[in-house]
């Protein structure tokens, strides 16, 4: 990435919403959750972008902003924190969303 663009909240937001779209579905329980942590404003704002963005380019995105978000191993333990309680937000951790947050592990 030449420039970096996204607000922490921002990047969080897309974080997220990719998590929530893992198992091809977001569920209120979830848009609540990503709403409540990022704010109404930067998810209406943010959800446009996302949905123009393919996989590649979010993973590509989060593999960007590691270093600027979460460079040390607290801030990785929290991120990664934040992505389980997205997971479980449905009360469910389908295989799908395993291999997502495994795959997330290594990323970050």
Do not use: C, W
Not at 10 to 28: G, K, N, P, R
Not at 59 to 87: C, H, N, R, W
Request: hydrophobic residues 45%; without cysteine; negative net charge.
């Amino acid at each position: 990435m030449n420039h970096l663009k996204f607000s922490y909240n921002e990047f969080l937001a897309l974080l997220l919403l990719y998590i929530a779209q893992s198992d091809a579905s977001m569920d209120e329980s979830e848009k609540l959750l990503i709403k409540r942590k990022i704010g109404k404003t930067t998810f209406h704002h943010i959800i446009p972008l996302f949905e123009s963005m393919s996989d590649g380019e979010i993973l590509q995105t989060i593999t960007d902003y590691k270093g600027v978000y979460f460079p040390t191993a607290d801030q990785k333990k929290e991120i990664l924190m934040e992505i389980s309680a997205l997971f479980f937000s449905d009360k469910e951790f389908s295989v799908m969303e395993q291999a997502i947050f495994k795959m997330l592990e290594r990323i970050i």
